[in-house]
């Protein structure tokens, strides 16, 4: 490394009063930590990576998922794969490094943008010293702008639902949402949990239903675990307890995050929220979709295009090794499922608000 610039080591970008005192990607220069959510809310434990490998790898074992968070992590894999490339054959070992990251996981998009800015600028270096600064350099930028996403989705999402500071409204509401799309899936703040943040700390949130999340419990385990940390009301609930909880008439917001948006509104996100939208739809609940604009793909024209990441069925037919069904069941176990754009009612991303999302509001806001 060309030691006339110090490595930029990032604990928590930009961290202001506005940004969650939750983190799930440390930056250190010379390696990245991750946050191993497999093992919360009972543990607690960080790992240490000094390779591209080892952050595919984690990023296909879940050690950190979640969209925002997955390109962030690949996007420091790139920087890592530089900082200890041989010197030789140096283009190879990045090029490489690029390919491995890019096969961790199939559907959110994240992953791809994130590695495409890596490989725009790697391909404008002509020198392994310039690579080192200048990869490492676009991958704090990556993780910064994030937050930066997050936060000014929070400002767009309250004004499109009348509750910014200027409507005068201070009567507050309880949500609802699926899956986990907090600081620990993000740069450090949250998408859909970001606009739930917001909302707590405007005094206009009385209380967040959160759905478990099965098979990997995000709800439960993660987003759960993040506003209870954070002092925010929290009511976990079964995924089959949400049609109840809408019945009841409380919730006026589904609010949940995305993989992959394309271009005609349609949404992937985390399986169950596409009955959420059916759900939120019968009972005359908005539906709010928060995402960083990475997430929109629009050279895919809609959700039959999206490629739907399948795990093995072990994950459904137990949890930590101990059985919940019979030993050899055949498993459907899809990662994420679509919600057609027809059930939604607002995509918020920091560029902006589509509202009743279609081909014509989404190539307004993304061309």
């Not at 890592?80 to 490094?97: F, P, S, V």
């Not at 997050?150 to 699926?178: F, Q, R």
């Not at 030993?327 to 009743?356: H, M, R, W």
Request: charged letters at 20%; proline letters at 4%; glycine letters at 10%.
């Amino acid at each position: 490394m060309n030691n006339s610039k110090e490595s930029r080591s990032l604990h928590t970008p930009s961290s202001g009063p506005r940004a969650s005192g939750t983190v799930a990607i440390r930056w250190h220069g010379t390696s990245l930590e991750l946050l191993d959510q497999r093992l919360l809310p009972a543990q607690e434990h960080w790992i240490t990576l000094e390779g591209a490998s080892s952050v595919a790898q984690c990023i296909q074992d879940m050690v950190v998922r979640g969209a925002p968070a997955i390109g962030i992590s690949a996007a420091y894999g790139v920087a890592l794969a530089a900082r200890h490339a041989g010197g030789g054959d140096w283009q190879t070992e990045i090029k490489q490094a690029i390919r491995e990251l890019s096969v961790s996981r199939p559907t959110a998009v994240n992953l791809f943008w994130a590695l495409q800015r890596m490989e725009r600028v790697f391909d404008d270096c002509g020198a392994l010293s310039d690579a080192q600064i200048r990869l490492e350099d676009e991958a704090v930028t990556i993780h910064q702008e994030d937050l930066a996403a997050n936060l000014a989705m929070a400002d767009h999402a309250l004004e499109a639902m009348g509750l910014s500071a200027e409507s005068g409204c201070d009567t507050p509401i309880s949500v609802l949402t699926h899956c986990n799309t907090g600081a620990l899936a993000t740069g450090g703040y949250g998408t859909a949990l970001g606009v739930i943040r917001r909302l707590h700390e405007r005094k206009l949130l009385k209380q967040v239903y959160a759905d478990e999340t099965r098979p990997w419990l995000q709800g439960s385990r993660l987003t759960a675990w993040e506003l209870v940390r954070d002092g925010i009301p929290v009511t976990l609930n079964a995924d089959g307890a949400a049609a109840a909880i809408l019945a009841a008439g409380e919730v006026r917001w589904v609010i949940v995050g995305a993989d992959r948006i394309t271009a005609n509104g349609d949404v992937a996100n985390k399986i169950g929220t596409y009955s959420l939208a059916v759900l939120a739809r019968y009972h005359k609940v908005g539906f709010m979709v928060v995402a960083p604009s990475s997430t929109v793909d629009m050279s895919l024209q809609s959700g039959a295009d999206i490629p739907i990441e399948e795990r093995e069925g072990t994950e459904v037919r137990e949890i930590r090794g101990i059985p919940l069904a019979p030993e050899g069941v055949t498993v459907f176990n899809p990662v994420f499922d679509v919600t057609p754009a027809s059930l939604i009612d607002l995509i918020v991303t920091e560029k902006g608000v589509v509202q009743n999302p279609g081909i014509t509001g989404m190539h307004a806001l993304f061309g």
